[in-house]
């Protein structure tokens, strides 16, 4: 896949917008377990210490592990669908962290191993670690709005000055890819290579989905709306870009997560719908 040549580079502020870093070696995989059961209404830290995430070698603008836990598929399955879930993009929907952490234990469980699964609970620590939580990563960036997709360059910025007002909320960053935590994420999609990319957010209480496939009509309490395509979002760069099914789950309130039964609902037509659209071979033409 081609980048961007402007990706090598990295800017040290946007708009004097800076948060402070912590020190690479104060942050540890244990104390955003701990971070979280503090943040978090009913979060327990010992099931996210349990769950033995593993912190990725980049880090966060604010030198915040990226965390990520691998599912493997059940041996007998030679050439496996892979499942991509990603939670905590905006660090403010604190509620997309913690249904992605209630998967987790569903999965601990081995009785999905018909996919290979990679999770990436909280891929904006330092938005949500914030004083008060925020959309944005450390550099004031909208990290989806900051995904490589090919016309970035020619919308991103014109579409956040024009269409959203130049919203700070909504700023998708100085160049495409231009955030850690953006990179990383490609990158997690380059070497993983999903069959399908799942992202939790709130509030709409809807559900989203970009991408070739016929979409899921419902997911739990959740009903098909599509809201469009951003530039640089992850529908627009993994959805109409790469041709992946990014199935975007939009949860009815941020600050308070559905109930494990109501989770659990969502979970079952997820896998629902990856068993008649992911699984199953496409028809013969």
């Excluded at 992605?100 to 699964?117: H, N, P």
């Excluded at 269409?163 to 909320?169: H, I, L, M, P, Y």
Aim: glycine share 6%; aromatic share 8%.
């Amino acid at each position: 896949m081609v980048r961007p040549a402007a990706l090598a580079a990295l800017l040290l502020g946007v708009a004097g917008y800076v948060q402070a870093a912590a020190p690479a070696s104060a942050v540890t995989a244990e104390s955003v377990c701990r971070g979280l059961s503090e943040r978090l209404r009913n979060f327990d830290a010992q099931p996210c210490r349990d769950a033995e995430l593993i912190a990725a070698k980049p880090a966060s603008v604010g030198k915040r592990p990226l965390l990520y836990r691998d599912f493997p598929a059940a041996a007998a399955i030679a050439v496996p669908k892979r499942v991509l879930i990603l939670g905590g993009i905006h660090g403010d929907e604190l509620s997309s962290v913690s249904v992605v952490f209630q998967w987790i234990e569903l999965l601990k469980s081995g009785r999905y191993d018909r996919y290979a699964w990679r999770v990436l609970p909280l891929t904006n620590p330092d938005g949500l670690f914030a004083k008060a939580s925020t959309r944005v990563n450390a550099r004031g960036v909208d990290l989806n709005r900051n995904f490589p997709s090919p016309k970035w360059s020619a919308q991103a910025l014109a579409y956040w000055k024009k269409k959203a007002k130049s919203d700070k909320r909504r700023y998708p960053g100085p160049e495409a890819a231009s955030e850690p935590e953006t990179r990383w994420i490609v990158e997690q999609i380059e070497q993983f290579r999903p069959d399908a990319i799942v992202s939790v957010h709130a509030p709409y209480g809807v559900l989203d989905f970009d991408g070739p496939q016929d979409p899921p009509k419902k997911l739990g309490y959740l009903r098909l709306q599509p809201l469009g395509v951003y530039p640089g979002s992850l529908g627009d760069y993994a959805g109409l870009s790469l041709k992946l099914p990014v199935i975007t789950l939009e949860l009815p309130q941020a600050q308070t997560s559905p109930s494990a039964s109501q989770s659990g609902r969502i979970w079952s037509d997820l896998l629902t719908w990856l068993d008649k659209t992911i699984a199953m071979p496409p028809p013969a033409r």
